[in-house]
């Protein structure tokens, strides 16, 4: 399985995947400064593994805060890696669970503070890595056997601790033997399709063609696809899904023509606080993504560019949600609801 970020005695190690398909390199970031660079800068992205990575922040950044202002020093590492990325609710959650058990600890010498930081980022870890495997084996009964499954962006072992969400439902569905093949997105402007998915489902010997963004209304059109599996980055309450730009155009053409449109998520990227996708901030990414491909320019000098990294797929347009506990389908605001409070 691909290791996507390990805790190391000297510091944080994690694939870069901004040098992926071409170039397999782990990068070691030896404070929490960087990283929040790497989350920021995109060597790790996928909300349940930037949620790992924050938590071996925080953990990280409190093994070498000095012991005078410490709760000081703890809120601003806390701080700097909740100002990376405003989307994925992961990362905040990862985080808040850092503070409440530093607040646990409030009568506990530093030395067990550390040691009990740096233990609970190490079972975040090991943790993302078992719900996956839970949402594979709930999704992969709703994989049509013998058809392709389109999948948008990278919702695979990269974008977790391991095993993936999106692609743990495939990975699973092929465990229990269903013959399927996928149909991977190339996804613009970062390629997390082409780059990362496509060079995943290679490793597992999983059949994947690699299709433009585009050509994804063609495909779901000929009755080829079974059904359609993405990721969140944030899910509210209602259902309406944030995922990586692009997704709501793949949900729309799905339900024009009848295939299933699945997402799968962690409870963790369950954001129950806000009432509906437009209360979801959308991250704007740097207009260099648009107007070069990797240093390479494909625009006019000058060029206005916009460039959200996400949007949010309404509820109406998804079939049913894959989480750890279960499958939850319409009316979601009750569904997830008895999920989060396992019912």
């Known amino acids: 399985m691909i290791e996507t970020l390990r805790w190391t ?17 782990f990068v070691l970031c030896r404070n929490y400064q960087e990283v929040a660079r ?16 924050a938590a071996m922040g925080v953990a990280l950044g409190a093994a070498q805060a000095a012991d005078e202002n410490f709760d000081g020093q703890f809120l601003t590492i806390c701080d700097t890696l909740a100002a990376t ?24 010498p530093l030395a067990t503070v550390r040691q009990r930081l740096i233990a609970e980022a190490q079972l ?12 594979g084996a709930h999704g992969a009964p709703l994989v ?20 993936g969400t999106a692609l743990g439902v495939i990975r699973a569905a092929v465990e229990a033997g269903k013959s399927i093949d996928v149909f991977a997105d190339e996804t613009r402007p970062f390629l997390q399709g082409s780059r990362l998915t496509v060079w995943e489902l290679q490793k597992d010997g999983i059949n994947t063609t690699l299709i433009t963004d585009n050509m994804a209304g063609h495909f779901l059109r000929s009755g080829r696809i079974g059904c359609v599996v993405v990721g969140a980055d944030r ?22 023509n009848n295939v299933p449109f699945y997402v ?42 916009r460039n959200p990294a996400f949007d949010v797929t ?9 989480t750890e506990r279960g499958v939850a389908r319409a009316p979601f605001t009750e569904q997830l609801r008895k999920l989060v409070e396992g019912n």
């Open 85 to 108: 990325r405003p989307t994925a609710v992961n990362l905040f959650w990862g985080i808040e669970r850092m503070k409440r058990l530093r607040a646990s600890l409030a009568d506990q």
């Open 235 to 256: 899910i509210a309450a209602n259902g309406d899904v944030a995922n990586k730009i692009g997704t709501y155009g793949v949900a729309v053409l799905a339900r024009e």
């Open 9 to 25: 005695a000297a510091g944080v190690e994690m694939i870069d995947q901004t040098r992926l398909p071409h170039v397999e390199e």
């Open 264 to 305: 799968a998520a962690p409870l963790s990227t369950l954001d129950l606080s806000i009432p509906d996708g437009d209360h979801i901030p959308i991250e704007e990414r740097p207009a260099t993504e648009v107007t070069a491909m990797f240093g390479h320019p494909v625009a006019p000098a000058g060029t206005q560019v």
């Open 124 to 135: 975040v870890h090991e943790e993302d890595i078992a719900i996956n495997r839970q949402i």
């Open 144 to 163: 049509p056997d013998g058809k392709t499954v389109l999948t948008h962006c990278n919702a695979g072992a990269l974008a977790t601790a391991g095993y």
């Open 38 to 53: 790497a989350i920021r800068d995109m060597i790790i992205r996928g909300a349940p593994a930037i949620g790992v990575a």
């Open 314 to 322: 309404p509820n109406r347009y998804v079939t049913a949600i894959i």
